[in-house]
């Protein structure tokens, strides 16, 4: 045997694949090293051989061209050397979020690893944000699909507005040659914890064009394999991600692996190398109300034309809009034909189902929520697509929704979608709702709001001891969702102590401009307590006050007005000051037949339906920075809508303290919502649920106390003046416009709010949450 000395060259700029494998192989022996390899640009390796004989080397290495020096004799001891070539692919992906795809040079990340090893935000968060493309361009979609719930894209502008991008780079160095022809390419998801596999939630395409196929998806899987031959020098494929983060996918975060196949090298099976990249879904943002409002959405029917000349005119007072974002009123026609919604698989291209409600439905607001989403665009620029969650709500009105609403301009997402969770009401729209800006004092600041929501966890005994389900229980899906997008941690507030149990009944914020750095809104309440002390104070300062109508239409007609009553289910609830301060009984019966007095309804309005809201209003105060000054509380009263079974706990007027001696009858004083009573609904209109526009408030009219002084036009609505009074000390921030929807809304359990909804445009800095 003699020593024979093999050298290997490598070129220089490649600073990132170091380890090769020699095998020598004779007519008689045989040798292979295993890898091994340093940061020298050559290396060498000594083998013991049979002089006389003819060998044939070949070094392989991961990124390295197999290389071959054949019919070399081996007599003395001596040496040989080899030249390698490099060709080697890189992943790539825009992961400091400048709008750039990374390392486009010679540097091509982390071999082997994971890049970034987590998902950042902030001013110097890593990792790419990948939009989920769920509105509708080019409509060669199925008719209620969204973009990203089918296997193409769908125009050049799918491709230019719903899509991120990542590049598979081929690098050389050393003399320009072809890869082996067996070399391949495997791109792979994964997810990134205890989550549905990631194949469930991206999808990527074979190229930038509308001929695209899918590599990766639900229908493809989870890995692709590719010809390397035909990477030259890259190759860039679109991707999209197919749903926000939330249930089972709560990171909202994705690994995507790129594997090299070397055979010659590793084998056919194992990976030579791979490049890791950690990518991420974009977050869905709620909107808050000091977001300027560009259009108001609201539902078009034979009912309520006048209602929507009212609000044409208020609508007409906000300050003229940039051309291109114009405020106007959007209505829908709600053609009552079975448009098909998404309660299919979540990720089988199904037919959907048309079992929808046939009921008529006038609540917008219930049936979305209005948000958007927004990336990292190209050029450093920002794309923000307006998106709407469909509520879990199954009514006529999502018929539009995705016939109509979902569009190139406004996209739509369903959480959920296929979760089998039921619906009940406190999955509407109305029961979600975002603060603006706010802090807690040494604690935490959220610059976009935090969204609150009504929800009761907890069930209740009913008669005979059964348990009863609440029905005030927002669905896991929606919830899970919601926490999952993480920069508006939700507040849980009570609203189960009111019948349809949604928080626009008892609140809402106002844009006011003298406020603090997180303090530019004022929180607005409803408060029977403040409806009686008004209409107490009213009666002390001239007795003639108490005959004042209330629930009433006034109409000047000459010299003086005419009153026409209103009802509520059917019941005339017409009555005056005095009446509603203790004078024999009220109209409406209590859902379970109690004939209940004005005395009764005022000590279970200020004892009890005022302290419900003041335990919201505490929840509030713990979670972040709010004072009794930041609290506008507006006149309203309640009254019993929905009876509430089982154990017998009352309060006593005035106090907390509990009396459980009093019977069901005699009880009507019972703590609403709280065991045995009775659930609210609003007996005067509810003002806190209102529109909130840019410069306009769009209140129903409450039908207070009308103050007739026998002036048409100094006559006025007492609960209408006091809130107009406290909205005129927001430095003139703030008009309001008092809208008649008694007949179209009110009598129907719901107000303004309810019934509208809009598209609003945040600022550039809450666009760009990233970096927030």
């Not at 390899?37 to 990124?63: A, C, H, K, M, R």
């Not at 974009?282 to 108001?296: P, S, Y």
């Not at 009212?310 to 051309?323: C, F, H, I, Q, R």
């Not at 209005?370 to 990336?375: D, H, N, T």
Request: some cysteine.
């Amino acid at each position: 045997m003699v020593t024979f000395t093999v050298k290997v060259t490598r070129p220089a700029s490649n600073k990132l694949l170091k380890a090769v494998s020699i095998d020598v192989a004779g007519t008689t022996n045989a040798q292979k090293t295993p890898s091994f390899g340093d940061d020298d640009t050559s290396l060498s390796q000594e083998f013991q051989l049979e002089p006389g004989d003819n060998y044939t080397i070949t070094v392989t290495g991961p990124g390295y061209l197999r290389t071959q020096a054949q019919n070399v004799t081996v007599s003395d001891a001596g040496e040989t050397t080899i030249a390698l070539k490099s060709v080697w692919f890189s992943l790539h992906t825009d992961r400091d979020r400048d709008g750039k795809i990374e390392n486009d040079d010679d540097t091509p990340g982390t071999i082997n690893d994971l890049s970034p090893a987590a998902i950042t935000f902030g001013v110097d968060g890593v990792g790419a944000i990948i939009p989920v493309n769920c509105n509708r361009d080019g409509n060669n979609t199925a008719i209620a699909y969204s973009d990203c719930q089918d296997d193409k894209i769908n125009s050049d502008e799918d491709l230019l507005t719903g899509l991120s991008r990542m590049k598979i780079i081929r690098h050389s160095a050393g003399e320009a040659a072809d890869v082996d022809a067996n070399w391949l390419i495997k791109l792979s998801v994964e997810a990134t914890g205890a989550e549905n596999p990631a194949e469930q939630h991206v999808r990527i395409f074979s190229k930038a064009g509308t001929d695209a196929t899918e590599l990766v998806s639900p229908q493809k899987g989870k890995t692709a394999t590719l010809d390397a031959a035909n990477i030259n020098p890259n190759l860039v494929l679109p991707l999209e991600m197919i749903r926000f983060a939330g249930e089972d996918f709560e990171s909202g975060t994705v690994k995507i692996t790129l594997s090299v196949i070397q055979p010659e090298y590793a084998g056919p099976d194992t990976p030579s190398y791979t490049f890791t990249e950690h990518v991420v879904a974009a977050r869905w943002i709620a909107n808050h109300h000091l977001h300027q409002v560009t259009k108001l959405l609201v539902v078009s029917d034979d009912d309520n034309v006048d209602f929507i000349e009212e609000l044409k005119t208020a609508v007409a007072n906000e300050p003229k809009l940039p051309s291109d974002k114009s405020y106007q009123i959007m209505e829908s026609d709600q053609k009552q034909v079975p448009i098909p919604y998404l309660d299919t698989n979540k990720w089988a291209l199904e037919e959907p189902s048309d079992d929808v409600s046939p009921a008529t439905d006038q609540w917008m607001r219930d049936t979305i929520f209005s948000g958007y989403s927004s990336w990292p665009g190209t050029a450093g620029d920002v794309k923000t697509q307006t998106t709407f969650i469909k509520m879990h709500r199954e009514r006529y009105l999502q018929n539009w929704v995705f016939r109509d609403l979902l569009s190139k301009d406004f996209a739509v997402y369903y959480p959920a979608a296929g979760s089998g969770d039921a619906v009940n009401s406190a999955n509407s729209g109305g029961n979600f709702e975002v603060t603006p800006p706010i802090k807690k004092s040494g604690g935490k600041t959220y610059p976009l709001g935090r969204i609150y929501y009504g929800h009761s966890a907890k069930d209740r005994l009913g008669a005979n001891n059964t348990l009863k389900k609440s029905r005030h229980k927002i669905d896991e899906s929606t919830r899970s969702f919601i926490a999952a997008q993480t920069l508006q941690s939700p507040i849980e507030l009570d609203t189960d102590w009111l019948a349809v149990g949604h928080v626009d009944e008892m609140m809402t914020f106002l844009p006011y401009p003298g406020g603090g750095e997180n303090k530019k809104w004022k929180l607005l309440v409803a408060s029977p307590k403040k409806a009686y002390d008004l209409m107490t104070d009213k009666r002390a300062e001239n007795v003639i006050f108490g005959g004042a109508k209330v629930l009433q239409r006034p109409k000047w007609d000459t010299d003086h007005f005419n009153y026409t009553a209103l009802k509520l289910h059917k019941t005339v609830v017409s009555c005056s000051i005095n009446d509603l301060l203790g004078n024999g009984k009220a109209p409406l019966l209590a859902p379970n037949g109690y004939a209940y007095t004005y005395d009764r309804l005022k000590d279970w309005n200020v004892g009890g339906v005022e302290k419900a809201i003041g335990d919201n209003i505490d929840i509030l105060k713990n979670e972040f920075d709010l004072e009794d000054d930041d609290i506008v509380r507006v006149p309203v009263i309640f009254y019993p809508s929905d009876h509430v079974s089982g154990g017998h706990a009352y309060l006593l007027p005035s106090t907390d303290k509990v009396d459980n001696t009093k019977s069901r009858r005699n009880g009507f004083n019972i703590f609403p919502g709280r065991g045995e009573g009775f659930k609210c609904g609003a007996l005067t209109a509810d003002m806190p649920n209102m529109f909130v526009g840019n410069t306009q408030l769009y209140i129903p009219k409450p039908y207070g106390p009308w103050i007739d002084t026998g002036d048409e036009g100094t006559s006025f609505d007492l609960f209408e003046k006091y809130l107009k009074d406290e909205i005129a000390k927001f430095n003139g921030a703030l008009n309001c416009n008092f809208i008649d929807d008694w007949d179209d809304y009110h009598a129907c359990d719901g107000e303004i709010h309810c019934g509208t909804n809009e598209i609003r445009q945040p600022s550039q800095t809450d666009e760009k949450w990233w970096a927030i």
